[in-house]
């Protein structure tokens, strides 16, 4: 059986994401790092669908956890493979560069562009052996435009970008795509606390956007209409470009 794997599943656009891969016909795993209450609920509203789903909990920024996790879920699946990933999970410690802590750069870092490597690096030894594969990256619109506060966090996604579009031409061969998605401002607790009445008048559709709309461009590049598109950013920011 194919599975769909999304890291940062239990809240924000990770939550639509496994909802709507859950409507495709997937069984989902759910990853989260420490909101068990939020991933359950994410869990009881797939079942609730009809859908299938179940909890991976690691943190993606430690290659072990990651490691022992997917291992650990192979184990017990000896005959499903993990056929789709969406490396959603991020963080975002913004600051102005001059002030800015070590720390606040390598965990935004670790979290947004470390996981990538580790968890796309484990999964795609079984896409390629199975030749066939869907890997999607959420990036930004920080990480296209760079926005200022955000050295670290428009750091992450500019290399998720450049990682995507290397990684595409390397396993297109296998029947693999690797695309991204680059969310302008979406309602999520990430962007809670955000000047939202401001920051709406730059945006020319006029509002922020839903979850669900960044999960509908997932949802189709993982689709097998999406075949041939590989190495690509799908921006949905309500048409607001640099
Ligand atoms: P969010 O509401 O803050 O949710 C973050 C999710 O990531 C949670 O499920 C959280 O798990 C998980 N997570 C964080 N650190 C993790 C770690 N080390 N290991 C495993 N899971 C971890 O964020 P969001 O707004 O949905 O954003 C999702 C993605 O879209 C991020 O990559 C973000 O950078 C990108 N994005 C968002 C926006 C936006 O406007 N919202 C715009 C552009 C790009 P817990 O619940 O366990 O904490």
């Known amino acids: 059986m ?3 794997l999304v890291t940062g599943g239990s809240r924000g656009l990770g939550r639509a994401v496994c909802i709507r891969l859950a409507e495709q016909g ?21 079942e609730e669908a009809g859908g299938q789903a179940e909890l991976l909990p690691f ?10 996790a997917v291992d650990r879920w192979q184990d017990a699946h000896k005959d499903d493979y993990i056929a789709v990933l969406v490396n959603n999970a991020g963080i975002r410690r913004d600051n102005l560069m001059v002030f800015m802590q070590d720390d606040d750069w390598n965990s935004v870092l670790n979290t947004n562009l470390n996981s990538f490597f580790y968890l796309t690096r484990r999964l795609l030894k079984n896409m390629m052996t199975r030749r066939w594969g869907r890997i999607v990256n959420l990036a930004s619109l920080s990480g296209i435009k760079g926005l200022p506060g955000q050295t670290n966090y428009s750091a992450s996604k500019a290399a998720l970008i450049g ?4 990684l595409a031409q390397e396993v297109a061969s296998r029947k693999i795509t690797v695309n991204a998605v680059a969310p302008g401002f979406i309602t999520t607790d990430m962007t809670k606390g ?49």
């Not at 990682?163 to 290397?166: E, G, I, L, N, S």
């Not at 922020?208 to 993982?222: D, Q, S, T, Y």
């Open 2 to 4: 194919k599975y769909a």
């Open 26 to 46: 997937y069984p989902v795993l759910i990853n989260f790092k420490s909101n068990s209450d939020a991933a359950a609920e994410t869990k009881r509203l797939i």
């Open 59 to 68: 943190d993606v920024s430690v290659k072990e956890e990651v490691e022992v």
């Open 163 to 166: 990682a995507t579009k290397a």
């Open 194 to 242: 955000l000047p939202e009445d401001e920051l709406k008048k730059m945006i020319p559709v006029g509002r922020f956007g839903h979850p669900e709309e960044v999960a509908a461009a997932v949802a189709f590049l993982v689709s097998e209409e999406a075949s041939y598109i590989t190495g690509e950013v799908i921006s949905v920011n309500g048409g607001l470009y640099t």
